[in-house]
């Protein structure tokens, strides 16, 4: 009974440590891994509790994405017998033979029947977050087109509208992101202090009257240094991103994919590269690169305005979207879906650090909103310099008369203008919900035609 005792407690102790992340456990390389090794993996399957579940290696999959090797593990726990694989788990740590191994990461299939994952090796990731390369923007890779695909970044959003989510949603699946309507910031009390392999961790994206979060797991601690996910988030390259701790409230069961419900707690750190095996951040370092976007909306006549705040982060790849979805996302809240039948006047004001503030107007239709974030598009674009964004503001007046009209003939008043005189062309519209009616335009020939 003592030597059961105490087996348990040195169980208990080695469990301990590696969750500490006192120092950074031994490592596995993928050459000794062999079929039918048995180890553990550490992830968070409620509140901020770091659970273990067991692990036997089914083979190691050679090259099955470019010079990137993959270890096939079966999962044991009655969680996964259930729910299976599960979004939000992408990062757990897992363990052969107690050492590290690395990440699990990669699903096999959409409605499969067993718990079976693939693990990103750990000297990939570690890899990728040494070389530390310049700062750059990637282009986000779809994740579709193989029975492989990494497991998809459960991403929290709280204020985010039904028909916004349906709007944006296939945009941020291509970027391996999928939207889950969740609760807001959590209290300090649901912080699970300091964060350890197996913790869940959030990359915040948007805070403010709406918040929106990616949430994985914590993989490998050493120091302030840590990796998470094992794969990447959105393919960002050398990213500025802030860390927050999260909460696990419940893992909701799918046949078709099962995910973590979760929110983002408190600021812990900033991820700083996103790489293919990973991502990696330090802890403790202050995100400075969130910009600041105010949005205002005014309706009937300008008697009822409402403000909106937000902090979005900074990245070529992403920030152009963020603004639009903050901005959709407002004008749906203000004026609920019927903002895509109205007109829009909009003025728009980008400052960037180190340059004078960009300003520009027009006017669109509410289902043409799309059109707005066109300028900063092309700003976040130029092939002459990289931008940063500091601060944003939209203002909208909305007129809820939908002004568009179809030209539905035109022709000349003259067959012939001598040069330097003026064409007058008849324009028959037909406004929105009106009868046709005749314009006229007038055009001005050169002189030296």
């Keep these: 009974m003592k030597i059961k005792i105490f087996a348990g407690f040195i169980s208990a102790a080695?469990?301990?440590?590696?969750?500490a992340g006192a120092e950074s456990p031994q490592i596995i390389k993928v050459s000794e891994i062999k079929s039918g090794m048995k180890g553990y993996g550490l992830t968070v399957f409620k509140g901020t509790t770091i659970e273990k579940f067991d692990v036997e290696v089914i083979d190691v999959l050679k090259n099955l994405m470019p010079k990137q090797d993959f270890i096939?593990?079966?999962?044991?726990?009655?969680?996964?017998?259930?729910?299976n694989i599960i979004q939000g788990m992408s990062g757990s740590p897992v363990y052969i033979e107690g050492k590290l191994a690395g990440a699990l990461s990669l699903g096999l299939a959409e409605f499969a029947k067993d718990p079976i994952a693939g693990v990103t090796p750990i000297e990939s990731m570690l890899d990728d977050m040494r070389k530390n390369l310049p700062q750059e923007t990637f282009i986000p890779e779809k994740n579709t087109g193989s029975q492989y695909q990494y497991c998809k970044t459960p991403l929290m959003a709280s204020g985010l509208t039904v028909l916004s989510?349906?709007?944006?949603?296939?945009?941020?699946?291509?970027?391996?992101?999928?939207?889950?309507?969740?609760?807001?910031?959590?209290?300090?009390?649901?912080?699970?202090?300091?964060?350890?392999?197996?913790?869940?961790?959030?990359?915040?994206l948007i805070r403010g009257?709406?918040?929106?979060?990616?949430v994985g797991t914590v993989t490998w601690v050493d120091g302030d240094n840590m990796v998470v996910f094992g794969h990447p988030a959105f393919n960002g390259?050398?990213?500025?991103?802030?860390?927050?701790?999260?909460?696990?409230?419940?893992?909701?069961?799918?046949?078709?994919?099962?995910?973590?419900?979760?929110?983002?707690?408190?600021?812990?750190?900033?991820?700083?590269?996103?790489?293919?095996?990973g991502v990696s951040g330090k802890i403790g370092r202050k995100c400075d690169n969130m910009?600041?976007?105010?949005?205002?909306?005014?309706?009937?006549?300008?008697?009822?305005?409402?403000?909106?705040?937000?902090?979005?982060?900074?990245?070529?790849?992403?920030?152009?979207?963020?603004?639009?979805?903050?901005?959709?996302?407002?004008?749906?809240?203000a004026e609920g879906s019927a903002f895509t039948q109205t007109t829009l006047e909009y003025g728009i004001s980008l400052k960037f650090?180190?340059?004078?503030?960009?300003?520009?107007?027009?006017?669109?239709?509410?289902?043409?909103?799309?059109?707005?974030?066109?300028?900063?598009?092309?700003?976040?674009?130029?092939?002459?310099?990289?931008?940063?964004?500091?601060?944003?503001d939209f203002d909208f007046a909305v007129s809820r008369k939908k002004s568009t009209a179809v030209i539905e003939t035109a022709w000349p008043e003259f067959v012939e203008v001598k040069p330097g005189g003026e064409m007058i062309i008849n324009v028959l519209l037909k406004p929105f919900d009106e009868k046709s009616a005749k314009k006229q335009l007038s055009v001005k020939i050169p002189e030296n035609l």
């Excluded at 080695?14 to 969750?19: A, D, E, R, S």
């Excluded at 009257?209 to 990616?214: E, F, K």
């Design 72 to 83: 096939l593990v079966r999962c044991f726990h009655k969680r996964l017998e259930h729910a």
């Design 353 to 392: 650090k180190g340059l004078d503030e960009f300003r520009f107007a027009d006017v669109c239709q509410g289902d043409n909103i799309l059109d707005i974030v066109m300028p900063a598009l092309m700003l976040f674009n130029n092939p002459f310099k990289k931008l940063s964004l500091e601060k944003a």
């Design 291 to 333: 910009a600041r976007l105010n949005v205002k909306v005014a309706a009937n006549s300008g008697k009822n305005v409402t403000d909106y705040k937000f902090e979005i982060v900074d990245h070529g790849s992403l920030t152009p979207l963020l603004l639009l979805m903050s901005a959709f996302n407002s004008l749906n809240t």
């Design 237 to 277: 390259g050398a990213i500025s991103m802030p860390m927050s701790d999260a909460y696990i409230h419940e893992i909701i069961a799918s046949s078709l994919m099962s995910f973590k419900l979760g929110s983002p707690v408190k600021e812990v750190g900033t991820f700083l590269q996103d790489r293919p095996s």
């Design 165 to 204: 989510i349906e709007k944006f949603k296939a945009k941020f699946d291509e970027m391996g992101f999928t939207f889950v309507q969740a609760g807001g910031r959590g209290e300090a009390s649901e912080s699970g202090g300091a964060l350890k392999p197996g913790s869940a961790v959030a990359m915040d």
């Design 209 to 214: 009257d709406l918040n929106v979060s990616g």
């Design 14 to 19: 080695v469990f301990g440590c590696l969750c």
